[in-house]
C-alpha cells in the first residue's frame, strides 16, 4: 500500500510553485489532496492537468479537491474547513500560500505592506487556527508552514516580507508547545532561493549571484522543498523546529 493511503492533505498555495510540487508529491504517496488558491482557471488546470485521479490501488472513487480560497480573509477560511471537515478529517497542513512584494521600507506602498503581512501572516494565522482544531480532537496531524531563510537572517528591500516570515517561526513554535500534547507537531520550513513564479523576475545575474553562494552550487527548484515537507509529515518525534532547505545558501 501507498506509504499516505487514506490521508488527507492540505496544501494552502498548492497551485502554483512550492505548493504544486507538494501536491504532487504526496498524491503520488497515495494521499487524497486538496489545493487551495484564489485563481480557479489555476485550480482547474492543477486538477485536470497536474494531479490527475488518485491511484486506483490506494484510494478507489476518491478524486483530488481544489477550492477557490484567499487565505487572507478568515471568513473564507473558516468557511472552506468546515466545508472539508464534512469530506474527510485533514492529516497534513502544508502551507504555502505567499506573497512577496519588494520595495526598500521608504518607499514601500502602505497597500503592499498590509497585503504581505495579510496574506503571509494573518493567511497562516488563519489557516493554522482552523485545521487546528479537528487535528486536536482527533489527537493527530501535522502542520507544516513555510517561512523563508530571509526570515531568519532578514534581506534589504525584505523587511515587510522577512517580518511576516520570522512571524510565522515564532508562531509555529509557539503552536507546537500548544499541540504537543494532543499528538500533534507542527513544524516550519525555511526555504532559500527556489525557481517558482515568486523569483522569476530576479535577473540573470543576481540567480548566478545566489547559485555561486550556496554550497551545492545550483538554484532550489520545488521539489526539494516537497521532499523535506514529506519527511517532516512523517517525522513523529520532531516539532516546533525550523529545517532550512537553501543548498547551503545561508551558512
Ligand atoms: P508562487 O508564487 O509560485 O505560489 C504562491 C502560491 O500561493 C500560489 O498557489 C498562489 O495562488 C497562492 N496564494 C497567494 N496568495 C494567496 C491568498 N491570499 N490566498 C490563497 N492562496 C494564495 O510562490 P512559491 O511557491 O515560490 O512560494 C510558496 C511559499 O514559499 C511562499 O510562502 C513563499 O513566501 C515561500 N518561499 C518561497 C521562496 C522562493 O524562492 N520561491 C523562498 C522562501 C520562501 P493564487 O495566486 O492563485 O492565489
Redesign the pocket.
Known amino acids: 500500500m501507498a506509504p499516505l493511503a487514506n490521508t488527507l492533505t492540505l496544501v494552502?498555495?498548492?497551485?502554483?510553485?512550492?505548493?504544486l510540487a507538494t501536491a504532487k508529491l504526496f498524491a503520488r504517496q497515495g494521499s487524497r489532496v486538496v489545493i487551495?488558491?484564489?485563481?480557479l482557471d489555476?485550480i482547474h488546470h492543477v486538477l485536470d492537468k497536474e494531479l490527475g485521479p488518485i491511484s486506483p490501488s490506494t484510494s478507489p472513487a476518491l478524486n483530488h479537491i481544489g477550492l477557490q480560497?484567499?487565505?487572507?480573509k478568515q471568513e473564507q477560511v473558516d468557511l472552506t474547513i468546515k466545508e472539508l471537515s464534512k469530506v474527510a478529517p485533514i492529516d497534513f497542513l502544508i502551507h504555502?500560500?505567499?506573497?512577496?512584494r519588494d520595495a526598500l521600507l521608504m518607499a514601500h506602498k502602505a497597500e503592499d505592506i498590509e497585503s504581505v503581512i495579510a496574506?503571509?501572516l494573518m493567511?497562516t494565522i488563519w489557516i493554522n487556527k482552523a485545521v487546528a482544531k479537528g487535528m486536536m480532537r482527533r489527537k493527530k496531524g501535522a502542520i507544516i508552514n513555510?517561512?523563508?531563510?530571509?526570515g531568519i537572517q532578514g534581506n534589504m528591500g525584505q523587511t515587510v516580507y522577512s517580518a511576516s516570515?520570522s512571524a510565522i517561526i515564532g508562531f509555529s513554535k509557539s503552536l507546537s508547545k500548544e499541540l504537543g500534547s494532543r499528538g500533534v507537531t507542527v513544524n516550519v520550513i525555511a526555504?532559500?532561493?527556489?525557481d517558482?513564479?515568486?523569483?522569476s523576475s530576479i535577473t540573470e545575474v543576481r540567480k548566478q549571484e545566489i547559485m555561486a553562494k550556496t554550497s551545492l552550487g545550483r538554484l532550489g527548484q520545488?521539489e526539494d522543498v516537497a521532499e523535506a515537507a514529506l519527511f517532516l509529515a512523517q517525522a513523529k518525534f520532531i516539532t516546533g523546529q525550523v529545517l532550512v532547505v537553501d543548498g547551503g545558501l545561508s551558512l
Not at 526555504?191 to 527556489?194: A, H, R
Request: one cysteine or more; proline letters at 8%; hydrophobic letters at 30%.
Open positions: 494552502p498555495g498548492g497551485t502554483r510553485g512550492i505548493g487551495l488558491g484564489r485563481d489555476r480560497c484567499d487565505v487572507s504555502s500560500a505567499g506573497i512577496a496574506t503571509n493567511g513555510i517561512s523563508s531563510v530571509v516570515k526555504p532559500g532561493y527556489i517558482t513564479d515568486m523569483t520545488p
